[in-house]
C-alpha cells in the first residue's frame, strides 16, 4: 500500500512566525511531490511542486525534499492568519498522485 | 489564468437516486482526474483518463459508478444508484501530461439523503 503520511494537526503558530509542515511518504518510486493548500469547503489549489532533492523557494514558500529519507516539508515564512487552511502533501508515482490526509495549519493574530 | 470548470457546485439527492457530474478541463489538457474527497481524508483518485482512454479506474465502484470522456475533453461522473456513504466532495483535476503537476476544479458537494 503507498502511503504520505502527515500529522493532522492543527499546527498553531503566531502570526510572523515560521510554519513548517511535514510528509513521509512510503514510495521510493516516487519522483515528483506536491503541495496543496486548501481552504474549509474549496478545492485544492497547488502551491510548490519539487522534483529533486534540495530546497525550493516561491514567495514566502519553501519546499524541501529528501529522497533518501523519504521526506519533503514545506516551509510558510511570515505566517499570515490568510495561511491558515489545511496543506496537502502528495507524491507521484507512475503519474498517479497519492495524497496525504493534509495538515490544518492555524495562524493567529 | 484558466480553470477547470465543474457543474453543479451542489447536488442533493435521495437514496437509490442516479446523480451526474460535469467537468470542463483546462483546455489542452490531456489528462483529467476525478476525485473523491471524504470531509478530514485527502482526495482519492476514481478515474484517470488520457485522451478519451480510461488509464486507472482501479479504485472506481464499477458496480454503481461510471465515467466517460467520449472527445476527450470534458467528462461526466455518474452514481447510479446513489448511497449515503456516497456523500463527499467530487473533484476534477486536469493536468497537460499525466507526469505534470494537476489542476483542480472547484469540485461538487454532494449530499444523499
Known amino acids: 500500500q503507498k502511503e504520505v503520511e502527515q500529522n493532522s494537526g492543527p499546527l498553531s503558530v503566531p502570526e510572523g512566525a515560521i510554519a513548517s509542515l511535514n510528509c513521509t511518504y512510503s514510495d521510493r518510486g516516487s519522483q515528483s511531490f506536491f503541495w496543496y493548500r486548501q481552504y474549509s469547503g474549496k478545492s485544492p489549489e497547488l502551491i510548490m511542486s519539487i522534483y529533486s532533492n534540495g530546497d525550493k523557494e516561491d514567495g514566502r514558500f519553501t519546499a524541501q525534499l529528501n529522497k533518501a529519507s523519504q521526506y519533503v516539508s514545506l516551509l510558510i515564512r511570515d505566517s499570515q492568519p490568510s495561511d491558515s487552511a489545511t496543506y496537502l502533501c502528495a507524491a507521484e508515482n507512475t503519474d498517479k498522485l497519492i495524497f496525504g490526509t493534509g495538515t490544518r495549519l492555524q495562524v493567529f493574530p | 489564468e484558466a480553470e477547470v470548470a465543474q457543474s453543479p457546485r451542489y447536488k442533493i439527492t435521495e437514496k437509490s437516486q442516479a446523480v451526474a457530474f460535469w467537468c470542463d478541463p483546462i483546455s489542452g489538457h490531456a489528462t483529467l482526474y476525478w476525485y473523491r474527497q471524504i470531509l478530514g481524508q485527502g482526495p482519492e483518485l476514481l478515474v484517470q483518463f488520457q485522451d478519451e482512454s480510461v488509464v486507472d479506474d482501479s479504485q472506481l465502484p464499477k458496480d454503481r459508478f461510471s465515467a466517460e470522456r467520449l472527445k476527450g475533453v470534458d467528462s461526466t461522473l455518474k452514481i447510479q444508484p446513489a448511497e449515503l456513504g456516497d456523500s463527499a466532495m467530487y473533484l476534477c483535476?486536469?493536468?497537460?501530461?499525466?507526469?505534470?503537476?494537476?489542476?483542480f476544479g472547484d469540485g461538487t458537494r454532494l449530499s444523499i439523503l
Open positions: 483535476a486536469s493536468s497537460f501530461h499525466s507526469n505534470q503537476p494537476q489542476h
